[in-house]
């Protein structure tokens, strides 16, 4: 019989965790139980929230999501970025997923989450969206270019959505134990930057400079490769990306598609065009 439990944080379940995602995702090594207790546990902005299901002394799934601030609208509130989601080989097929998903919602949503947003490729978007309600906001863009991005936020005539990073999250976030983020500063910008695709090209970022949370406690690089890869979106009228040139759809390994669910009533959906998104706003880096 298949019974459901809140996930937990000792290292005994953050091993079993471990090990379900090896049997899951056997090519994929960023599952280690130092990933894990940094992800699950040492977040500042709160624990992880999520469900596992068992089948005895089985892990059969298993599906967490980590709590995030943000501006919706220019008023901040706290989210949660869905994440890591596996369900043993065994038990595939029997709608493990969708159960764990709606009880961690529900969750969320009793301590105050106002909505969930994250990152789906293209096979996993429908389930997404016609078995747990989310909204597809639009496709993130992925391009290739040179030098500096130049991401002006004060063009932007509407911001829906964008990322609060305090001191605290940011050095949190660039001591990835799997893939550590650097920074560079200059005059007009900090930029980020963190190893993509295992082929030496960074994947980038820029945050204003004027936001003195983010200049402290980041590892520094002062080296910058002048060929980067934005994987994100940005504001309509915010960047011409005029040195960056868009990755056609076939050279993609998946079309990644933001996406977006909220917990609270009568809200109005998200808008294409109006949404502040960079590598360092989801996992996949």
């Known amino acids: 019989m298949i019974t459901f439990a809140m996930i937990d944080f000792d290292k005994e379940s953050l091993n079993k965790y471990s090990n379900l995602f090896s049997e899951c995702f056997p090519d994929a090594s960023k599952f280690s139980f130092e990933y894990l207790k940094w992800l699950y546990c040492d977040n500042p902005n709160g624990r992880a929230i999520g469900f596992d299901a068992w089948d005895d002394d089985q892990l059969a799934a298993h599906y967490v999501c980590v709590p995030t601030r943000v501006k919706i609208r220019g008023r901040e509130c706290n989210v949660l970025l869905s994440l890591n989601t596996a369900t043993h080989p065994k038990y595939q097929g029997k709608g493990l997923f969708t159960k764990l998903a709606e009880m961690t919602y529900d969750a969320g949503a009793s301590k105050g989450f106002d909505g969930i ?23 993130l863009e992925a391009r290739v270019g040179f030098g500096a991005l130049n991401i002006n936020m004060s063009n932007a005539s509407d911001i829906q959505f964008e990322r609060i990073w305090s001191e605290s999250s940011i050095s949190w976030r660039c001591n990835n134990p799997n893939n550590s983020v650097y920074s560079h500063e200059d005059e007009k910008s900090i930029k980020f930057s963190a190893s993509a695709m295992g082929n030496g090209l960074p994947v980038y970022a820029e945050l204003p400079k004027d936001c003195a949370q ?31 040139f868009n990755i056609p759809q076939r050279f993609r390994p998946s079309p990644l598609n933001f996406i977006y669910r909220s917990l609270l009533q009568d809200v109005a ?8 998104f960079s590598f360092l706003d989801f996992d996949a880096y």
């Not at 990152?119 to 969206?129: D, E, I, K, Y």
């Not at 959906?269 to 502040?276: A, D, R």
């Open 214 to 244: 983010y200049k402290r406690n980041i590892k520094k690089n002062n080296i910058l490769s002048p060929i980067r890869l934005f994987i994100g979106l940005t504001p309509t009228g915010t960047c011409s990306f005029g040195s960056y």
């Open 269 to 276: 959906p998200l808008e294409q065009g109006t949404i502040s």
């Open 117 to 139: 947003y994250g990152v789906a490729n293209a096979n996993s978007t429908p389930g997404f969206v016609r078995k747990l309600g989310f909204q597809l906001i639009e496709p």
